[in-house]
């Protein structure tokens, strides 16, 4: 009888941690209204969040509310045909710890060795991961908003490789690329770019050369 009763105690008292914890992320959600664009991207022309400050705010919002996160492990590893970053999440709230598990694409480029490469995924992927986290939007306001109910969009004329689709997927997703953007954008600038239809290696060589651009500007 003893057992069954400690059960539910013990049962009530998870019950209970589940609902603070629930309550204190909808107001550490709820306190971003915004998130500053504070760096400016040269090679598209546009302003953005840089991975330093969405960890500012992110932090500070989680602490006000009691909530801690630190980057407890980090792995890199072959999948697929892509380097992974493996990456492990600890979040604590009452002296309950949570794991979370997030992964990030580690794409090489000129002058950007793997190891620079993994140290950039990391910090673009913790960026992404606080961005779910507490579910703050990457589509502008007035670009969500804007009625497009007529627009027909434009599809790439070449036919790529699954490696290559796969690159512009990680361009498309890229947090410090401002807006939403799809992998058939990609494509249609890369085409445009490269003036070349149906080339993986250019293709290749400008995404790449993209994703390189946009690292190198949200390490600065």
Request: glycine letters at 6%; one cysteine or more.
């Amino acid at each position: 009888m003893d057992n069954i009763k400690d059960e539910m105690v013990w049962r009530e008292s998870v019950s209970a941690g589940h609902e603070a914890d629930r309550k204190s992320m909808i107001k550490a959600q709820s306190s971003i209204k915004d998130i500053p664009k504070d760096a400016y991207n040269e090679y598209h022309d546009y302003m953005y969040t840089s991975a330093e400050q969405m960890l500012s705010t992110s932090r500070d919002a989680l602490h006000k509310v009691g909530i801690s996160v630190h980057l407890s492990n980090c792995n890199l590893e072959w999948d697929n045909g892509v380097w992974i970053a493996k990456l492990v999440f600890e979040r604590i709230h009452n002296g309950t710890a949570h794991i979370d598990q997030f992964d990030y694409p580690v794409v090489e480029g000129k002058g950007r060795p793997i190891d620079k490469a993994y140290a950039g995924a990391v910090t673009t992927g913790m960026s992404y991961y606080l961005r779910g986290l507490l579910l703050l939007p990457r589509v502008d306001a007035e670009v969500d908003t804007r009625d497009d109910s007529d627009y027909e969009p434009t599809k790439p004329k070449g036919v790529y490789k699954k490696e290559t689709m796969d690159f512009a997927s990680v361009l498309a997703l890229h947090p410090s690329w401002a807006g939403s953007h799809s992998v058939e954008e990609v494509l249609l600038l890369g085409e445009e770019r490269t003036n070349k239809i149906g080339c993986d290696k250019s293709m290749t060589n400008f995404i790449l050369n993209s994703i390189d651009k946009l690292e190198k500007e949200g390490d600065e």
